[in-house]
């Protein structure tokens, strides 16, 4: 069993998020900003972080590079809903500062488990 921490400013977007990860396989966590992320990060040393890029107080970045100091093993997925032309482009740069998988808000579901799953090494 994994341990998953979702960190998201959106309120609604991260409960979809963790209830769609906490089906019994995986132990998920959920933290609304990444300066509140890298704070349980370190006290719960998640096996994957899936982050927002944009969010106040820090930002989805940020966070990327704050994971991969502290613990280089913990694999990333970075999601982002900063509109559609800006989408891309987000997340072009969050996989450039180490994301290892990215998705674009909105997602299903089903793409959101078939994402933790291949980081994970099982897809």
Not at 9 to 36: C, F, I, P, Y
Not at 46 to 62: A, H, N, R, S
Not at 79 to 106: E, Q, T, W, Y
């Amino acid at each position: 069993m994994a341990v998953l921490l979702v960190i998201d400013d959106d309120a609604g977007m991260r409960k979809l998020m963790v209830r769609t990860l906490s089906g019994g396989k995986h132990r998920v966590l959920e933290a609304e900003n990444g300066q509140e992320g890298l704070r349980m990060m370190d006290e719960h040393k998640p096996d994957v972080v899936i982050t927002d890029i944009l969010m106040p107080q820090k930002e989805g970045i940020e966070t990327i590079r704050e994971v991969q100091e502290r613990a280089p093993a913990t694999k990333i997925i970075a999601i982002s809903g900063g509109g559609l032309s800006h989408n891309l482009m987000f997340l072009d740069v969050a996989r450039a500062f180490g994301a290892d998988a990215v998705l674009a808000k909105p997602f299903r579901p089903a793409q959101l488990v078939e994402t933790v799953e291949l980081v994970l090494g099982g897809g």
